[in-house]
């Protein structure tokens, strides 16, 4: 399986406000870019940390919009399943993420309660447990390959996408960097989680693009 993860940030490196409050970074060629890459994916993966802040639905293109975009030759058949890595079991089970169609796949660890998992699959997910206190991300993705998913692409946030790159997990990252300035110690970043102190991800760069007043940096990861 390869994983891309896909960012928008600030000059600074922001993801949104101290208070997890969404800006808009991109334009809309860049929206349309990431439309593209959606278009390409097989699943869609974010943390429960979005899914609590931002509620996002991840149904933006129904097959005729999807085939439309499919000049990058890699197009699914159908929209790309939604996934959630929530170790505790904590997304709403009214969340829009919750909605039915296409499929929604929550991973969660031992330590999630089981009436949390058993609303969830109430509610229509299918809930894998993996990983003892956090969800085992290398497991997630076997099972999604097993299931599968050619093409992961996560869509955040920080906590999540250090855990990735921690796991050795990513193979490609595209970040769009917006002429804008957030700020804010707490103001979640790209890659949050505790952070490395040494055997960092070694980049490889292979894309540079003027976009939106902005500029968009494309990146393979190194073995």
Same mark, same amino acid.
């Given at each position: 399986? #390869?994983?891309?993860?896909?960012?928008?940030?600030?000059?600074?490196?922001?993801? /949104?406000?101290?208070?997890?409050?969404?800006?808009?970074?991109?334009? #809309?060629? +860049?929206?349309?870019?990431?439309?593209?890459?959606?278009?390409?994916? +097989?699943?869609?993966?974010?943390?429960? %940390?979005?899914?609590?802040?931002?509620?996002?639905?991840?149904?933006?293109?129904?097959?005729?919009?999807?085939?439309?975009?499919?000049?990058?030759?890699?197009?699914?058949? %159908?929209?790309?399943?939604?996934?959630?890595?929530? /170790?505790?079991?904590?997304?709403?089970?009214?969340?829009?993420?919750?909605?039915?169609?296409?499929?929604?796949?929550?991973?969660? /660890?031992?330590?999630?309660?089981? $009436?949390?998992?058993? !609303?969830? *699959?109430?509610?229509?997910?299918?809930?894998? *447990?993996? %990983?003892?206190?956090?969800?085992?991300?290398?497991?997630?993705? #076997?099972?999604?390959?097993?299931?599968?998913?050619?093409?992961?692409?996560?869509?955040?946030?920080?906590?999540?996408?250090?855990?990735?790159?921690? !796991?050795?997990?990513?193979?490609?990252? /595209?970040?769009?960097?917006?002429?804008?300035?957030?700020?804010?110690?707490?103001?979640?970043?790209?890659? +949050?989680?505790?952070?490395?102190?040494?055997?960092?991800? $070694?980049?490889?760069? $292979? %894309?540079?693009?003027?976009?939106?007043?902005?500029?968009?940096?494309?990146? +393979?990861?190194?073995?």
């Amino acid at each position: 399986m #390869e994983v891309v993860v896909n960012a928008a940030t600030s000059v600074d490196g922001k993801l /949104s406000t101290r208070e997890r409050r969404q800006v808009r970074i991109s334009g #809309e060629a +860049d929206f349309a870019r990431v439309d593209r890459l959606r278009a390409s994916a +097989d699943a869609i993966l974010v943390g429960v %940390g979005t899914v609590l802040a931002d509620d996002p639905s991840l149904t933006r293109h129904d097959r005729e919009h999807r085939r439309a975009l499919g000049e990058r030759g890699a197009v699914r058949d %159908g929209p790309p399943v939604r996934v959630v890595a929530d /170790s505790r079991a904590r997304t709403s089970v009214d969340a829009a993420i919750l909605d039915g169609d296409p499929p929604t796949h929550v991973f969660v /660890s031992e330590a999630a309660p089981a $009436e949390r998992r058993e !609303a969830l *699959v109430a509610a229509g997910a299918a809930v894998h *447990v993996t %990983g003892e206190e956090r969800v085992d991300l290398a497991s997630m993705c #076997e099972t999604l390959d097993a299931g599968g998913a050619n093409r992961l692409m996560v869509e955040g946030g920080g906590e999540l996408i250090f855990s990735l790159f921690e !796991a050795e997990l990513v193979d490609r990252l /595209s970040v769009f960097v917006g002429p804008v300035v957030i700020g804010g110690r707490d103001a979640p970043t790209l890659a +949050d989680g505790v952070g490395f102190t040494d055997g960092f991800p $070694e980049l490889r760069l $292979e %894309g540079v693009e003027q976009l939106d007043g902005g500029v968009l940096l494309e990146w +393979d990861v190194v073995d």
